[in-house]
């Protein structure tokens, strides 16, 4: 049954999607089974977007990679729910997009070095969904990874990301951690940050130090021609001493702004440092805590911002304008409907405007919600599982040699 798609596409290019999960009764041997089965249409592979929970499970489905390779392969997403990277005893040059979908921390410099080797022609990185801790622990990216000491011409020898052109990545904690942009993603034109919204990640360590960090990186890429933020956290924009550290001469794009936000995007209206400005605005249904097309167009008619450079509103599918706003917005900016801009992310950032983005809606305390519930929903949520049998999720699948 799993073959008659492969069978009946015959010479047309597959875009795959493997989850375990989704599998009746889940064995490691049922997993080598499919894997041998489609293994001789891998050269026919598109897309394929795979839930790899560990090594093991790495090392099942990459196995015939070596002998089957995917020469029509574009991109390539994985969700991997440990901190591992799979390993692929080749290089894969055809990917250009690589999208990884962890729950556990930022890649490690090891993990950086492995994926530039192995995808030559790598243009998009996405690291999505990156959890600030494996559950209730706190994560952080070893303080060891360091490239102190490392000349330019080293770096660029060990993270050939010569083709890389678009980064996408969600930063709990604001933190970039080793990716070291300027250094190993010199050639970056596109960043887009995400952080979610979660009074979890406000009381854990979460500083704006650490976003005047990450945008400093930001600022240190010569060739970068886009910058998209979304910015959940209030504190965030309270203070929003970054404003200083945004890299000039970009198109900058703020995605759905929190009410907090109202004087720092005033200043950055008013700043004459951005090639572009687009706002993208959320839903009025969605959401009270962030700015509505209603309340953006009495902040304008209050503070009256000097303009310097072409300024875009995005306006949500459901916003149904009067004509009287806009006579006032069309005499500041460019208002667009989401059907005529192009001004989607590469990271969907719709649920990140929950207050508790990183844990269960329904938890009311401690008292009321049992550990093992909660552990349960965990699993359900990122696809972590225990085998009905250790010994055989364990096990060495192809034998003692």
């Not at 599918?317 to 006032?328: C, F, G, K, P």
């Amino acid at each position: 049954m799993t073959l008659n798609p492969f069978i009946r596409s015959q010479s047309a290019l597959l875009d795959v999607y493997l989850d375990t999960r989704f599998l009746l009764i889940y064995t490691l041997h049922r997993l080598v089974g499919i894997c041998e089965s489609i293994a001789p249409h891998l050269p026919r592979f598109r897309l394929f977007s795979v839930t790899v929970n560990d090594p093991v499970e790495a090392q099942t489905v990459f196995k015939h990679w070596t002998h089957h390779k995917p020469l029509s392969l574009k991109t390539l997403a994985l969700t991997l729910n440990d901190s591992f990277f799979p390993h692929f005893s080749g290089q894969l040059p055809s990917v250009e997009r690589l999208e990884i979908i962890s729950c556990v921390k930022l890649p490690s410099l090891k993990m950086l070095q492995t994926i530039f080797s192995t995808f030559p022609q790598l243009q998009i990185l996405i690291l999505r969904d990156i959890r600030p801790y494996a559950f209730y622990g706190s994560v952080i990216t070893d303080p060891s990874n360091s490239l102190d000491g490392i000349s330019d011409a080293e770096v660029a020898s060990l993270y050939p990301s010569m083709n890389l052109r678009v980064l996408a990545i969600t930063l709990p904690r604001l933190e970039m951690g080793g990716l070291y942009l300027p250094k190993i993603m010199r050639n970056l034109e596109y960043v887009e940050i995400a952080n979610p919204r979660d009074h979890f990640l406000a009381s854990a360590g979460v500083t704006e130090e650490n976003l005047n960090s990450a945008i400093d990186q930001c600022n240190g890429l010569r060739n970068l021609k886009k910058l998209r933020l979304f910015l959940a956290q209030d504190f965030v924009w309270e203070e929003a001493t970054f404003i200083s550290s945004l890299p000039e001469g970009i198109d900058l794009e703020i995605d759905t702004p929190p009410l907090s936000s109202k004087i720092a995007l005033i200043a950055i209206l008013n700043s004459k440092k951005f090639r572009s400005i687009t706002i993208i605005l959320p839903e009025e249904s969605e959401q009270d805590n962030f700015i509505i097309c209603k309340t953006f167009s009495e902040y304008v008619c209050s503070f009256e911002p000097t303009l310097a450079c072409p300024t875009t509103l995005i306006l949500p599918a459901n916003e149904t304008l009067d004509s009287q706003v806009i006579n006032i917005l069309g005499t500041y900016l460019t208002i667009k409907g989401s059907q005529e801009s192009v001004a989607d992310g590469l990271i969907d950032t719709s649920q990140m405007t929950h207050i508790s983005f990183y844990e269960p809606d329904d938890v009311e305390s401690e008292d009321d919600y049992d550990l093992d519930e909660e552990w349960e929903d965990y699993y359900a949520l990122h696809g972590v599982y225990h085998s009905e049998s250790e010994s055989e999720y364990n096990e060495d699948p192809y034998g003692s040699d």
